[in-house]
């Protein structure tokens, strides 16, 4: 955090065991565990180092992107539960669920990813455009506009 900042307010989920902070939205992510069930915390309003823009800004475009998490559902897309405005931001929590990021701001994981068999990116990739697809076919998304740089993260 750019500042210091009070998550007190997470323990209404539960104990907090994976943060995510390397983030540039303004957002800052928690697995969180209520007792029952793993779940994925996204919350926008605290002064997070990546950012470089307002935190109303961010606390904004997190809330502007609730209708689509509310209507696209997908197999591939982890599943919505709530959000709230909660702790001076909005918070957003999904249903957990175990995976890695593809990008190489995440050294490990996209090693790790970039180390699978041909098969399995393979899969990977069939499943990132299934979901494209579906998208587009609901008009949230236009394949026509799918960057450039997205097609050379997905090369093998």
Not at 74 to 94: Q, T
Request: aromatic share 14%; glycine share 8%.
């Amino acid at each position: 955090m750019a500042e210091y900042f009070d998550f007190g307010f997470l323990k209404k989920y539960g104990r907090v065991f994976k943060v995510f902070d390397k983030q540039d939205s303004g957002n800052i992510c928690f697995g969180v565990n209520d007792g029952i069930r793993d779940l994925f915390i996204k919350f926008a309003g605290g002064p997070t180092v990546a950012y470089k823009g307002k935190q109303t800004d961010a606390i904004t475009a997190l809330k502007n992107s609730i209708k689509t998490y509310e209507s696209i559902k997908h197999k591939s897309l982890v599943k919505y539960i709530k959000s709230e405005e909660i702790g001076n931001g909005l918070a957003m929590i999904f249903e957990w669920a175990n995976g890695a990021c593809m990008g190489r701001s995440f050294p490990s994981s996209h090693e790790r990813i970039m180390s699978l068999s041909i098969e399995d990116k393979l899969n990977i990739f069939e499943q990132i455009t299934d979901f494209l697809i579906d998208i587009n076919e609901q008009r949230y998304s236009s394949l026509r506009n799918f960057k450039s740089e997205w097609l050379r993260a997905l090369k093998f």
